[in-house]
């Protein structure tokens, strides 16, 4: 209300746009407010306010061309804030049996601390559980919050990205996103934060370690590896920050 009075023009640009109600959305519209989300259109609202759905634009990552590791020491990552929902305590209950394929494949965590109780205690939990099944050696946690082109770096050196989520109701995910950026192979979950990705790449029947171990063994060879990076690749080309920006400016 404030900024409307200020005559400044005014757009939301959304995750997830459900939550809205009707009421909010005549209010914003009263204001001129457009709104543009990275989820479907929520019909609930959608009759009292102008929205648009734009995809989330993926950063220039081309430089980080998949390079398919000559061994069979491969390295899975995981990615996004340390929170319970992200299934990486599932994701390392899970190595043991990869590692009954692959007895060489390490996980790296680039899982940084959300910074909120919860957090800490299920980076407490993970840990306990590495010690537990003896994975020192295969698992590392890398948990500081990085400069994006550090954490563009490090994911370029995993094989393939594992996200592992239980399901939540966020509209659409930054961190496959990066995946997509550094033209990486990636799994996704039922979760529908991943709903752009659907058919696209692997998806979990469930979270279970089993099924986890089962999804990751299947796509581990080299050129299943290929083939999921090149739809990274034509991925980050239709959704380029340059591509979305003309949507942006023409809306």
């Not at 757009?11 to 009707?22: D, E, G, L, Q």
């Not at 043991?96 to 692959?102: A, C, E, R």
């Not at 010690?131 to 050696?137: A, M, P, R």
């Not at 299947?218 to 920050?241: F, G, I, M, P």
Request: aromatic share 12%; with cysteine; proline share 4%.
């Amino acid at each position: 209300k404030s900024l409307h009075e200020r005559n400044i023009k005014i757009t939301i640009v959304m995750h997830n746009n459900t939550i809205i109600s009707s009421k909010t959305a005549k209010k914003l519209a009263s204001y001129g407010v457009k709104i543009f989300s990275h989820h479907e259109i929520s019909s609930g609202y959608s009759e009292f306010i102008e929205c648009k759905k734009i995809p989330h634009g993926i950063l220039d990552g081309s430089k980080y061309s998949y390079n398919v590791r000559q061994g069979e020491d491969y390295v899975i990552g995981s990615f996004g804030f340390l929170r319970p929902h992200k299934g990486i305590f599932e994701l390392i209950r899970a190595l043991p049996i990869i590692h009954k394929k692959y007895p060489a494949a390490k996980l790296l965590c680039l899982n940084a601390i959300y910074g909120d109780e919860s957090s800490l205690d299920y980076y407490k939990k993970c840990s306990d559980e590495v010690e537990l099944l003896k994975l020192n050696d295969f698992v590392s946690f890398i948990t500081e919050f990085l400069p994006v082109k550090d954490v563009m770096d490090l994911i370029s050196t995993t094989d393939l990205i594992v996200f592992p989520y239980w399901n939540i109701d966020d509209g659409s995910s930054a961190s496959a996103n990066m995946a997509i950026a550094c033209r990486k192979p990636f799994i996704i979950s039922k979760s529908s934060i991943f709903n752009a990705y659907r058919g696209i790449f692997p998806e979990l029947e469930s979270i279970k370690p089993e099924r986890i171990a089962e999804t990751v063994i299947s796509v581990l060879n080299k050129k299943t590896l290929c083939d999921l990076s090149k739809k990274s690749h034509e991925y980050a080309e239709q959704y380029s920050w340059e591509n979305i920006a003309h949507l942006y400016l023409s809306s």
